[in-house]
């Protein structure tokens, strides 16, 4: 495998049940992120972890929990969704080196529909 | 205002065709500049940085204007593989530790036959 992969691509869950989504990267980074995507919306970011330490959590909802065991490993757990939560949620990573600007390599996300 | 913006388009063009697309950002003090690609229902990927001195990348062109904070990417000889959403990401001052980027918007282009 390379890159940034996640699973699964697809999911759709009730507003009561509990999933989580799995991110991997597998290029040597340091850095990685959780995103979120709606409709015709920009990206949002939602957390960051540096070294498996959080560094940003943009106000998120806490029915979203990210979990980072590892540089490599990045998690997303869900919980008592809303349906305004459908949306694709891609998963980033850097090589992250402070000062300097360093581009981001994305997953091929998780289509999300919450019913 | 929003932190960056970018014109939602759509652009349609015919094959061969220049187009421009342009972006403005809100901090002054930003750091780093992207432009990022997304085809439809795919993720976003890389297409180029953006230096102070402008830069090139075969049919694409990459100009950063820090006085007026203003981005632009330019793209010649328009192919029907050009067709995509194209993403002006910024990386604001202040960001720290943690590597945050912004995203605009994204302007939606076609290129047609």
């Known amino acids: 495998e390379t890159g940034v992969t996640q699973t699964p691509r697809h999911l759709v869950m009730g507003m009561t049940n509990k999933k989580s989504l799995k991110c991997e990267q597998h290029?040597?980074?340091?850095?990685m992120y959780w995103y979120k995507q709606s409709a015709k919306k920009p990206l949002e970011l939602m957390f960051v972890?540096?070294?498996?330490?959080?560094?940003e959590n943009n106000s998120v909802p806490s029915r979203f929990s990210p979990e980072c065991p590892n540089s490599s490993h990045l998690f997303l757990h869900l919980h008592t969704l809303q349906p305004e939560d459908s949306a694709l949620y891609l998963c980033?990573?850097?090589?992250?080196?402070?000062?300097?600007?360093?581009?981001?390599?994305f997953g091929p996300g998780t289509r999300l529909t919450v019913t | 205002r929003k932190e960056v913006e970018q014109d939602p388009g759509p652009f349609n063009v015919p094959e061969g065709a220049t187009v421009a697309f342009n972006c403005t950002y809100s901090?002054?003090?930003?750091?780093?500049f992207f432009w990022y690609r997304q085809d439809c229902r795919k993720e976003p990927k890389l297409l180029m940085s953006?230096?102070?001195s402008g830069n090139e990348d075969g049919r694409f062109t990459a100009q950063l204007n820090r006085a007026s904070q203003y981005i632009s990417l330019l793209i010649r000889d328009s192919k029907l593989s050009d067709s995509a959403t194209y993403l002006c990401?910024?990386?604001?001052?202040?960001?720290?530790?943690?590597?945050?980027?912004?995203f605009g918007q994204g302007t939606t282009l076609q290129v047609k036959p």
């Open positions: 980033a990573s850097s090589q992250y080196i402070t000062g300097t600007g360093i581009e981001q390599y």
């Open positions: 290029l040597g980074h340091n850095a």
């Open positions: 972890y540096n070294f498996k330490e959080q560094t």
């Open positions: 901090n002054s003090a930003s750091q780093s």
């Open positions: 953006v230096y102070s």
């Open positions: 990401v910024v990386r604001p001052h202040g960001s720290g530790n943690t590597g945050k980027l912004i």
